[in-house]
């Protein structure tokens, strides 16, 4: 009997059709690219990015790529680096800084800090120096810490494990010319966002009424030191301390430091390598107050202050009479989030302290009622864009905090990056 044909028989082998078969191989780079701006993390698009060597190419070629991920997925806070306590607080720990991690649910994000040399073993590699470290900044992935023993400076990268540059102070005669005249406050570092192998390493010093920044560029491995120039601003008679500076701050391309007073801000520009100084309003002068020049989401510079449990951000804006000054933008109370994220130990704490500022985010500590600065604080995270505020984790607040931010590694930009450098490698 012959067969009869059926809808559900398939066609002899001879008859079918070949189908095409696409794999991510043969995707094209724009394609790949579109596929990788959905993915959740940098340290997600890190791992996948690194699979292969043509994966890394679309990556690494596309700065229109970079900058669109990077709108999209802020880099993430992998933890705070901690300086040690001073040894009048604990004569018996070794000057070494301590680094706790943030306690995220991306796998990839916490396989990056596992991977990392979050303990700066780096360091030991320097021999004749002992672990009298601590940080004076921390940007673009890179730590910059001095030992004040050996008089030596260490820039390092954890994420990468290993120490890019160390300096010896004792055998420089630039910085030994710049550190023997007037008062040296700590070295700020300045990353490039489009090379991320270059930095540069600034410190500045001043006298009764001059400053002076020497530079370390990474690119020609030498310091320059600039000339002394007057401050653009004299104090009144009688108050002849105000040009005692604060620690050092950082926003878009500038360097920041809060006079003694807290009157005014002293500003380096990065860029031309001018000074100049800005008015602060009269509530940040309140001893009470503490505040960070940081910057917003979109790198829009801010200033964001605490005063009891109030946090405040303010702009620089051009009012009616054609003057820039900083101007409040919004100001809010934060003691219902603070029970809510901290439930009934909030009663503990009478005031928070801001003790940084990073990519649109606060990060935050709480101050114990009775003073006792070896009692724990907690450290918390506020969005500045939606004032929502985040516990981190507790730990004993005593010395100055830094958060280390994932950047954009070396890898994924130009042919920086070591890579694959050839098939089979």
Request: with cysteine.
């Given at each position: 009997m012959a067969r009869h044909k059926s809808p559900t028989n398939s066609p002899p082998a001879?008859?079918?059709k070949k189908s095409s078969t696409a794999t991510i191989a043969s995707l094209g780079d724009d394609i790949l690219l579109e596929i990788f701006l959905r993915l959740p993390s940098l340290a997600t698009l890190v791992r996948a990015a690194l699979t292969c060597r043509g994966w890394r190419s679309a990556v690494a070629s596309s700065p229109a790529f970079r900058r669109r991920f990077q709108e999209l997925h802020p880099a993430p806070l992998l933890g705070l680096f901690f300086n040690p306590p001073g040894a009048v607080q604990d004569p018996a720990l070794p000057a070494f800084p301590s680094f706790v991690p943030t306690r995220g649910t991306d796998r990839d994000q916490a396989a990056a800090i596992r991977g990392g040399d979050f303990f700066l073993?780096?360091?030991?590699e320097r021999h004749g120096v002992h672990n009298g470290w601590d940080i004076h900044d921390c940007r673009g992935?890179?730590?910059?810490?001095?030992?004040?023993?050996?008089?030596?400076?260490?820039?390092?990268?954890?994420l990468a494990r290993r120490s890019e540059r160390f300096f010896d102070f004792g055998h420089e005669d630039t910085l030994e010319g710049h550190r023997s005249f007037g008062m040296v406050h700590r070295a700020c570092l300045v990353c490039s966002r489009e090379d991320p192998t270059s930095f540069r390493v600034v410190i500045i010093a001043h006298d009764k009424s001059r400053l002076r920044a020497t530079v370390f560029c990474s690119e020609t491995g030498e310091w320059s030191v600039r000339p002394w120039v007057h401050i653009p601003v004299r104090p009144r008679r009688g108050r002849?301390?105000?040009?005692?500076?604060?620690?050092?701050?950082?926003?878009?391309?500038?360097?920041?430091?809060?006079?003694?007073?807290r009157r005014y801000l002293v500003i380096l520009n990065t860029t031309t390598m001018d000074f100049s100084v800005h008015e602060l309003p009269i509530f940040l002068h309140n001893r009470h107050c503490t505040f960070v020049v940081g910057e917003m989401k979109n790198g829009e510079t801010?200033?964001?202050y605490a005063i009891s449990f109030t946090v405040g951000v303010?702009?620089?804006?051009?009012?009616?009479?054609?003057?820039?000054?900083?101007?409040?933008d919004r100001a809010e109370l934060l003691e219902t989030q603070l029970v809510r994220v901290l439930g009934e130990i909030m009663e503990n704490y009478n005031e928070l302290e801001v003790v940084a500022v990073r990519d649109g985010f606060a990060y935050l500590a709480t101050s114990e009622?009775?003073?006792?600065?070896?009692?724990?604080?907690?450290?918390?995270?506020?969005c500045l864009e939606t004032m929502i505020l985040e516990k981190l984790f507790q730990r004993t607040y005593d010395s100055s905090v830094h958060p280390y931010v994932m950047a954009w590694p070396a890898s994924l930009v130009g042919n920086y990056g070591r890579f694959a450098p050839e098939d089979g490698i």
């Open positions: 001879e008859h079918r073993t780096s360091l030991q992935g890179y730590v910059l810490l001095a030992n004040g023993d050996q008089e030596t400076m260490a820039v390092v990268n954890p002849g301390e105000w040009w005692i500076l604060s620690n050092n701050m950082q926003a878009d391309g500038f360097l920041y430091w809060a006079s003694k007073n801010c200033i964001v303010l702009f620089r804006r051009t009012e009616g009479d054609g003057v820039d000054r900083w101007v409040l009622r009775s003073n006792d600065s070896g009692a724990p604080s907690w450290f918390l995270s506020l």
